[in-house]
Structure formats: C-alpha cells, structure tokens
C-alpha cells in the first residue's frame, strides 16, 4: 500500500472511531441516518452517481487486474530470463520478382553455431516447426511437427503423461522417436496404448516413446509472437528431422501445395541472468543483422523481459485513465448530492432556526449537515463496492449465460478482485461527501436563525 | 429579587430593501427573578425585535443588554448561543417542535447543544418534564401525532430542560382556542409561581392579564410600564417536581 492510501484508510478509521465513540458522533449519525431513511427514494437517487462510481473503479480495476495476470502468466510461461529468435518470411518475398516455387529465409545452423559463442547464453534450444499430417493407419491429424533437441523439455517446463521425452542419444543416432502432445495423442489413438506404438509421418515411421500433459496455450499478441497450441504437436529430434525431412518442406493443405526451405525456425536462447538479458539480446540483434549474414530482415526477436516492461507501463495507463474516469463519475456524483443537499438545507431552514435558538452553534449545524452527507456518500460507497465486489464474483457465472457471448469476447481476461481499490474509492467516496457538503453546510450554519425561524 | 435581565438605552436600527428603519429607539427594562412580564403592543412597535434581542438571536446596535451579570451585547456568535443553551427557554407561536424526534428526543435537544453527556439520567429528567406537562402517556409520539395545546405542552417541557433563568414566550396561545389557551397560561402561572421568571409577548388583553406586569410599547419606545394583579388561580393538585426545575443545590 502506497502512502495515499494509508492516509486516505487511516483517516476514514479516526473518522469512524470519531462517529462511533464520541456522544456528538453518534447523535450526528443517528440523525443523519433518521434524515436519510425518512427520504429513501431521494437519498438512493441522490447516491446513484457515488455507487456508479465506486462500483465502476472496483470493477474496471478488477479487469485490469485479470488482464495483468493473464499477460503476466503468459510471460512466465515464455521465460524471463530467455529469448526466442524466430524465422520470419519476409514480406517483399510475396510481390517481387524474385518470387521463388521454394521460399528459403530464416535462421541458420551457421547463425546457432555463432550465438554459442555468447558466454551469457547458458542455453540454445533449436526449433524447426513445420506442418505435417500424422497418420496412423486410417487415422490421420494434422499436427505441428517441432524437431529440437532434449533441453526442449527444460526450457518449456513440460509435464509427461507417459514415458520419455527425447534424449541426446535420440538426436545423434538420427532415431525415428517421437513423443506426442495430448490432443495429437487423442485423435491418433483413441482406443488403443500409444507408448510403444508407431506413426507415420511423411515417408518414415516413427516409435512414440512418450506423451506430453496438457499445456497452456500462449495467447498471441502479433509481431513475431503468434498464438500457440501445443496440444496438437509431435515432437522428434532435431538431427531426425534433418535426416528424414531434409532442409526443404513441402506443405499440401487443401489441394495447394506450397514448399520453403528454413533451416530452423526458432532458436530459445537461454540466458544465466535477468540483468543480462537485455544486453545479451542487443548483443544477438547485431550479429543477426549483419547484412552478409541476412541480407532480408527474415527474423524476429522477442524478449518477453521487454513485454513485463511493457505490461508495468500499461498498467501505470489503465490506473491513470481509470483515475480519471473515477474522478468524474465521483464529481458527478458529488454535484448531485451537493444539489440534493442544497435543497433539504433549505426544506429545512426552520429546523436549522429552531436548533439554533435552543442553542445550537454554527459549528454544530455545519457538523450535523457535513455528517448527513458524508453518511450519504459513504453508504453509497459502500453500496457500490457491495456491487462492485459481487459482480467481480459474479463474472464466471454472468458469462455462462447463453446471451453473454454477446457481450464478452472469448479469452477476454476475467476480473480478479483488487483490493486496494476497494479502500480507494470508499475513502474517495466520503471525502466527496466532505467537500461537495461544505458548502451546504455551511449555507445552513450561516443563516440568520431569525429569518430562518419565520420560515414556513 | 436579583435581577434577570437589564436592559439600558437599548436601539436597534436595520435596513430592509434599503429603507433604514429604526425598531427600538432607546428601550430600558429591568426584569426581575421571579416576575411575569407581558409585552404588548400593536404590530411594528418594535416587542418582536425586542423579543428577539432579549433572546440573544440578535444583537442591539447600541446600548447595553446584561443577562444574568454578564453583558451579551458584544457578544460572538458562538457565545450568544451559549448563553441561550444555558440561560433562556423558548417557547414560540407555532411550537417548533422537529417532526422527525418523539416527545421526550425533542425535550431533550437543548441537553444536547450544552455539551451535556446524554444518559439515563438526563433522559429520566426528561421524562419528568414530560410528565409535568401531562404528557406521560404519550413520550414516543411524534409531533405530527399531537394536538396543537399538546405540542405547546412539549415545548415548554423543552424550555424547562437546561433549567433556564429567563423564559421567552412569544405569543404563546397565539394558535390555540380559548380551552386549550387557559390551560397553557395555568401551567406558565403555576411556573411562574414556582420561582420561574417568564417573558411572554402578546397581543391578547386577556392573555397579557396572566401576567404580573404589563409593558406596553409603541413605536420603539417604552409606552407603559404597569403591575398588574391576576386572577387568583386555583392551583390545587400534586405540587410541581422542584428538583426538575432548579439548580441541584
């Protein structure tokens, strides 16, 4: 909790210590209370922009919240410490005239052997990632083929259902090996044992030594970074892959055939410290962008690092703007109740003249009208934040309904409850009610008790 | 007797829509603890304005006011309404009760604006009040639930709370039928008999002849100033509750 907010709380607990304990506190709240609940519908209309405003910080904040997580999770899943290098097609292959029958771009075993010269890479994992059907017997899938190498597993945290992921020994016998991801797994062997069993892919066939656990997919958020599902992938070793496939691949989908020679389509660099990452990556952006070595910008290097940067800064907007928006919902809110109070100060100038006759002094009926409309804008807090809070409980269940797809985008992030938040706007709430029942209050205080006692 | 209140050389000038008019030109009273004042006088004479000096909701613009010992002529806003949550009752026309308290919460406001710690000896006095005034069947009603001579009733229950030196009554019967208005006037005499100094305006020959001294005024001046002998009242029944409406001693 930040310094703002302590003081905004702390001041709001004297506040309701001050109300509860002290005998002209609760007389003042008691009567606030009394004058409230005699004009019900008055005061909830009254509150209306209070409660909008409250429950519109607490939701809006709530979303931001899911959002960060999910953004933040799909970045912990990529790894911070790690970069990803991928091969990209270039675009001027698709309207010039050097248009070629097999595209050849990206990354090369030439580019691999370089960056295992970095002293801060710890890690190099190679990826070559192409479309491929799987066929077993009659049954066929179309699956993501990813030939890499065994430290795949570490780098991408990966959970075995069953048996093996792909060893060293794998990858320099060339071995026809795969291990499969769960929905490849499914579709291939619905009935039967798939560990131990064989696949076919392209021309060869392959002993399925393992079985991959569900994985996260991670959402896809443009540029080079594309959504990935790798449920529907058969993993084999790199140098298989070399063997079996050669450099060039030739991609049949819906009666198009389409053929690109890449020799590796993602290199995950690993590095052996946060604070190393972002030079390591400018380090591997230079040698990347040697002209003799790409003539074409035909890669892309993503440092997720970067995005945590980027989320923080997002996040610093999404408060501002919701700053913003909360503060003109609240000033909305406080001029109606600031008009509702100007109009019950003057119903109720001969109770003021009365009060003051009896003895009452300016600062009694400036505290008896301050505190009717703090009472107000604080139950109206209150009020919002009850709905604020249940609607963030309420989302799943909301976007379950049948209309809801209307409504929500799928994948749109779900609100995660933010605390603070509710302490903010509660506070914000009551100090409206201060300063939009100042000036009522002191309208009412101020008054000649004589003309006010006349009247009607 | 001590004196209550005096008054010296009292004027009062103010200006509406900016034609100066000059209420009190030079008012002198002595009011003495004990005595029963009736202020008469046609309307514009200038007893509403003495009325509202004498209860401290308005200040004179030259002469001197001494209540109780102290000169409240020069007084604060702050202290003024000291003075009148110690000193003054008030007991007005049209009662001014507030509709949203019972009986025994309106009896109980002036406590309030004392500073004293409400408990249940300050609610017990209350009650007492409004037993004194006829009104102990009826402590959780609400204003709107009572009849006129009832609400009346309640407020001058109210006026006794803080035990005041000096009660103002403005017109006190002035909405009230001739039944009802005899009883009020019993219970302020019977007050007054008990010790109580009462100022009452009025513009009733009948109603000012309750009193023990009649001031009549005219065009911000002083017209008259007479004792006057009231009928002898008959004040059989239980004897007033001393304790509610004096000073511990």
Redo the contacts between chains.
Sequence with gaps: MDIFSITLVSSLVILLVFLATT??GR?GLQLAL??LW?HKLRSFLSMLGIIIGTSAVIILMAFGEGSERDVLEDIKRLGTTNIIIRSVKPTDDANTNRRQMVATYGLTYQDLEILKTIPSITRLVPMRIFPQETRRGARAHNSRVVATVPRYAEVNELTLLDGRFIVEEDDERMNNVCVLGLETAKTLFPFEEALGSSVKLGEFVYVVVGLLAERMPTGGTGGSQAAEDFNQDIYIPLQTARGRFGERITMRAAGSRSAEKVEMHQITVTIEDVDKVRPTGEIVRAILSDPERHPRQDWALTVPLDRLELVERTKANIRQSLGIYASISLLVGGIGIMNVMLATVTERT??V????????????ITFQFLIETMVQTGIGGLLGVGFGVSYVFAHAALKALPMAAMLFQDGSPSPILHLPSITWSLSTAVGVGVIFGIYPALRAAYMD??EA?RHV | MPEVLRIENLHKRYSVESTAVHALKGVNLVVHQGDFVALMGPSGSGKSTLLNVLGCLDRPTEGSYHLGGEDVSKMTDDQLSSIRSRYLGFIFQQYNLLPQYTVVENIEIPLIYQGVRLNADSRDRCIGLAELVGLGQRLDHRPMQLSGGQQQRVAIARSLVNRPQLILADEPTGNLDTKTSHEIMVMLSRLNASGKTIVMVTHENDIASWSRRIVRMRDGEVESDLPNTPEPIDFSGPPLPMHLLEEAA
């Design positions: 005998d002209k007389r009394r004058s005699l001969r109770e003249g009365i009060r003051r006759a009896l003895g009452a002094r300016r600062s009694d008790p004589i006692l």
